[in-house]
């Protein structure tokens, strides 16, 4: 069974850029769609994008013009970069497989990591 | 495109019927789902398009609706089952999700 895990640091200044990792086990990322999501108490759940491991990439219109995705197969990975971050950018964030039907029906999540964006 | 979930919390008892509703500003054409969400856990897939179950998902939940108006019904409620359930719509662009309903005990 495929397994996911977030990885980056928990804290990030204002102004500055957020970047995560997601490690991919059980399973190869040379398939399927790759999300990232999030959760905070101001602004729910939100899908931030999606990334095919062969480089395609869709991202919600809220981050578009701050967020990158990108795949690393070599270490079965795949990462987000958000710029320019503000406290409404603190949250637990979550990466996610897309399912073979779909990529916006999340069936394999992680569990999560929180960052919260301070001085 | 909004979803608005009621009620914000339920209060309910093992054994109990469980009933959440998850209404669109706009219709989805049945693209709605509904997730499970325990504190530092990962979100689980319950129900998709709006009557499927996931996977290993129990018989007691089941999902119906159509249009702007969708229910999650949890037959009789188990223990595992106290946790927050959020609807989820990809009918519309960009994808979004309700603000939740928590079942408590």
Known sequence: QVQLQESGPGRVKPSETLSLTCTVTGGSIATYYWSWLRLSPGRGLEWIGYVYYGGYTKYNPSVERRVTMSTDTSNNQFSLTLSSVTAADTAVYFCARGAPTHPLLWTDWGRGTLVTVSS | ?105
């Open chain 2, 1 to 105: 495109v909004v979803l608005t979930q009621s009620p914000a919390t339920l209060s309910l008892s093992p054994g109990e019927r469980a009933t959440l509703s998850c209404r669109a500003t706009t219709g989805l054409s049945n693209y709605l789902a509904w997730y499970q969400h325990k504190p530092g856990q990962a979100p689980r897939l319950i129900i998709y398009d709006p009557s499927n179950r996931a996977t290993g998902v129990p018989a007691r939940f089941s999902g119906s609706g159509s249009g702007t108006d969708y229910t999650l019904t949890i037959s009789s409620l188990e223990p595992e089952d106290f946790a927050v359930y959020y609807c989820h719509q990809r009918g519309a662009w960009p994808p979004t999700f309700g603000g939740g309903t928590r079942i408590e005990i």
